[in-house]
């Protein structure tokens, strides 16, 4: 299995501030026929499901704030918040679905400094 | 809109089974797969299995062989999830989510999630 590794596990991030997550797979995800890192993003709130933000490393999904950013390639990956809103506390999962099974990051704990 | 919806919570028995279900709306149901996802008490995701929206084609993580069954009524667009000998560690809440991964994109929507205890 493809193990995922995010960091950090948790950070504080003041309003209006950045926060940057990262995440590493443990064997390339990046499929050669059309040059795609299969990596989603996705956010949980307390008491929520999962929300999808981000599919193929980059591409965010319809309605999602062009505040969340995704980039990497291969085995390296980042979501980017760029300017933090109280609404974005959240866990954040990382996911390959290069390989089956598909396999989650850890999850970081994003909370407002 | 695109809609999965569960079943209530349950509380078993260790030794116990449990079927969830997952009724989906607003989509094909055939035309997509889904997949299952639990999540144990402060812990994280953990992707369970899939099923195919359309042959019924399965496939299950190795941890779970012999203990879990996915299924689909495509009558009602509803796909269930039975997992058998309930344990301790089994309690979690279940997410199934609908799965496009054969089209590049994984798992766009979820169900509420459905709270498994089992407990003596």
């Known amino acids: 299995d493809i193990v995922m590794t995010q960091s950090p596990d948790s950070l504080a991030v003041s309003l209006g501030e950045g926060a940057t997550i990262n995440c590493k797979s443990s064997?390339?995800?990046?499929?050669?026929?059309?040059?795609?890192?299969?990596i989603g993003w996705y956010q949980q709130k307390p008491g929520q499901p999962p929300k999808l933000l981000i599919h193929w490393a980059s591409t965010r999904e319809s309605g999602v704030p062009d505040r969340f950013s995704g980039s990497g390639s291969g085995t390296d990956f980042t979501l980017t918040i760029s300017s933090l809103q109280a609404e974005d506390v959240a866990v954040y999962y990382c996911q390959q679905y290069y390989g089956t099974p598909p396999t989650f990051g850890q999850g970081t704990k994003v909370e407002i400094k | 809109q695109v809609q999965l919806v569960q079943s209530g919570a349950e509380v078993k028995m260790p030794g116990a089974s449990v079927k969830v279900s997952c009724k989906a709306s607003?989509?094909?149901?055939?035309?997509?797969?889904i997949s299952w996802v639990r999540q144990a008490p402060g812990q994280g995701l953990e992707w369970m299995g899939w099923i195919s929206g359309y042959y019924d084609n399965t496939n299950y993580v190795q941890k779970f062989q012999g203990r879990l069954t996915m299924t689909t009524d495509t009558s009602t667009s509803t796909a269930y999830m039975e997992l058998r000998s309930l344990r301790s560690d089994d309690t979690a809440v279940y997410y199934c989510?609908?799965?496009?991964?054969?089209?590049?994109?994984?798992?766009?929507?979820w169900g509420q999630g459905t709270l498994v205890t089992v407990s003596s």
């Open positions: 064997q390339s995800v990046l499929y050669s026929s059309n040059n795609k890192n299969y």
């Open positions: 989510a609908r799965d496009q991964r054969s089209r590049g994109i994984p798992l766009d929507y």
């Open positions: 607003g989509y094909t149901f055939t035309n997509y797969d």
